[in-house]
């Protein structure tokens, strides 16, 4: 605790009895005794407080799925691009009818009327492109 070891620990309690006395003893271990006690009613009615607003037992978590040491971004990233990307057009359809479903997509697009080629304006050489110093 604290970085303390057994012999520092106990120089520190004598050298603590030293300083408050025989006489003042007592008391302060009294105080240290009520400070303790009343931590852990503390922690208690947190806890219990925690259970009714979030309707969960703490014990019941597990805390490990949130720790944010198993996220690794490599691992995540090297996962997604590794995915397999054959998947079933719907979660109980077949294999075999994605496979139909994307031929007949294909075919659809290669059907589909042809697009008006886009029309692209050029500047002649030299001049300016339009600014707008109303629009910055």
């Known amino acids: ?3 303390i070891n057994g012999p520092e620990f106990f120089l520190l309690l004598i050298i603590g009895v030293l300083v408050i006395g025989p006489q003042r003893l007592p008391e302060y271990t009294q105080k240290l005794a009520n400070l303790v006690k009343e931590v852990r009613r503390m922690a208690s009615g947190a806890r219990e407080q925690i259970k009714e607003e979030v309707g969960i037992d703490i014990d019941d978590v597990d805390w490990k799925k949130y ?3 198993q996220y690794d971004p490599r691992r995540i990233i090297k996962e997604a691009l590794l995915d397999d990307d054959s998947k079933p057009v719907s979660a109980g359809a ?4 994605a496979a139909v479903a994307g031929t007949a997509a294909v075919a659809a697009v290669e ?5 008006p080629r886009r029309i692209v304006q050029t500047l002649p ?3 300016a492109a ?3 110093t109303e629009a910055t």
């Open 67 to 69: 720790d944010p040491r």
């Open 130 to 132: 339009p600014y707008d």
């Open 125 to 127: 050489p030299g001049e």
């Open 1 to 3: 605790m604290f970085g």
């Open 94 to 97: 077949p294999a075999a009818v």
């Open 111 to 115: 059907s589909a009327p042809a697009r």
